[in-house]
């Protein structure tokens, strides 16, 4: 059976997100959002949050806007200085059940953060990895919020690709309430926890 490749028809774009590309994340200050959350267990046998995050503005040209990267929190108490620097980055006040998916939802999608990412290889491939969050202390805009909102969506989508095709959806937060639309920006209330 042939496929045919016509380079002169015209692009269906590709690469999800409406026809249009997400670009790397690289090295450098970015401001990021939580767009997903997933547990797991760690080769260490260690409870583990994987986070997905979507680069809502970029210092360096804008050019990492949309951009995705996995970071992934270890919740042991030998790791727990990294989710409490987190918690204090988001304004987190009150200790919450980091093992209740709805208030761990809560707390990282709340407001975008600061992050400096370094380059690290890991078997081979090259990524980017979170050295430090910092609090982002401006005003959460539109357009951000238009942003996390499409990486939200976008990520969910994923999911239940993985899920119907046997793949797993990541089955604990695969059912997560979506937070829907700035409804996720809780700027001067106190989470209940």
């Not at 028809?9 to 970015?30: E, H, I, L, T």
């Not at 997903?36 to 210092?59: F, H, Q």
Request: glycine share 14%.
């Amino acid at each position: 059976m042939a496929f045919m490749v016509d380079p002169n028809a015209p692009s269906r774009g590709g690469g999800g997100g409406g026809g249009k590309r997400r670009p790397d994340v690289r090295a450098g200050k970015k401001l990021v959002w939580c767009a997903d959350i997933e547990y797991g267990r760690s080769n260490a046998g260690n409870d583990k949050l994987d986070t997905r995050w979507c680069v809502v503005d970029d210092p360096e040209g804008g050019t990492d806007v949309r951009g995705l990267f996995y970071d992934t929190l270890t919740l042991s108490e030998r790791a727990a200085w990294r989710v409490q620097q987190l918690a204090k980055a988001l304004g987190q006040t009150a200790p919450w059940d980091a093992m209740d998916y709805d208030a761990t939802w809560q707390v990282l999608t709340r407001r975008p953060v600061w992050v400096t990412l370094v380059s690290e290889t890991y078997n081979g491939k090259t990524r980017v990895k979170v050295q430090e969050f910092s609090l982002y202390g401006g005003e959460v805009t539109e357009a951000m919020e238009d942003t996390i909102n499409e990486a939200e969506q976008w990520c969910r989508e994923g999911k239940a690709k993985r899920a119907a095709s046997g793949g797993g959806g990541g089955a604990v937060s695969s059912g997560a309430p979506y937070s829907g639309g700035s409804g996720h920006v809780q700027q001067d209330e106190d989470i209940p926890f």
